[in-house]
């Protein structure tokens, strides 16, 4: 049963970054993207998370860093999170099409639609929730302790980058933006 998670976690995560990367393509054709100085934190942020993502596949391989035994049901709610954070996101992306860009861009691209419909009727961040719910699930499945430090440290730099768009969300739309804010939750419903 350990290994079948262990896969089944593998592949999810696998083909979501396929399906993220053909996405992307698709959407800067669509609605190209504004060239960007490249800075120090630009990089980090985009390399930062490939090397996150290597660590976890590491981890899911079999080679888990502080290992904790959590037996079956330990790995289902890890299974389940990583399939609801999966299939959040996904929904979110489609939900977006063109309008998508990456995080660290920070940008509102050309012809920029405010997009309040699907999952983001209700929760503004929802790629960010799908990341933190998958994140934490996958550590789980890996039977290790970092998906604590994952939890707060995904949810952590989701604050912050959520913080970041809503200033440039704001400033563009104005008040539909306030509106939509008072409307719907950040990531969670009933929690923020």
């Not at 970054?17 to 504004?34: D, F, H, N, T, V």
């Not at 080679?63 to 289902?76: A, D, E, K, M, V």
């Not at 999952?119 to 790629?127: D, F, K, M, N, P």
Request: with cysteine; proline share 3%; charged share 15%.
């Amino acid at each position: 049963m350990n290994s079948i998670f262990r896969l089944l976690s593998v592949f999810i995560l696998v083909f979501w970054a396929g399906y993220w990367k053909l996405r992307a393509s698709q959407s800067k054709k669509e609605k190209p993207e504004i060239a960007r100085k490249r800075t120090f934190i630009y990089l980090l942020s985009k390399y930062g998370s490939w090397v996150l993502d290597a660590f976890v596949l590491i981890q899911l391989a079999g080679y888990s860093f502080l290992p904790i035994h959590l037996g079956p049901s330990g790995q289902i709610i890890g299974i389940i999170l990583v399939c609801i954070g999966f299939l959040i996101a996904v929904f979110a992306r489609i939900s977006l099409d063109s309008n998508w860009s990456n995080a660290f861009e920070y940008q509102i691209k050309k012809k920029h639609e405010l997009i309040t419909r699907g999952v983001y009727q209700y929760i503004r961040h929802t790629i960010y929730t799908g990341m933190i719910l998958a994140g934490t699930g996958a550590e789980l499945v890996a039977e290790s302790y970092v998906f604590i430090p994952v939890f707060v440290v995904m949810s952590i730099w989701a604050y912050t980058q959520a913080k970041k768009e809503e200033r440039i969300l704001s400033t563009h739309f104005g008040k539909s933006y306030q509106e939509y804010i008072n409307k719907s939750w950040m990531f969670f419903p009933s929690i923020i």
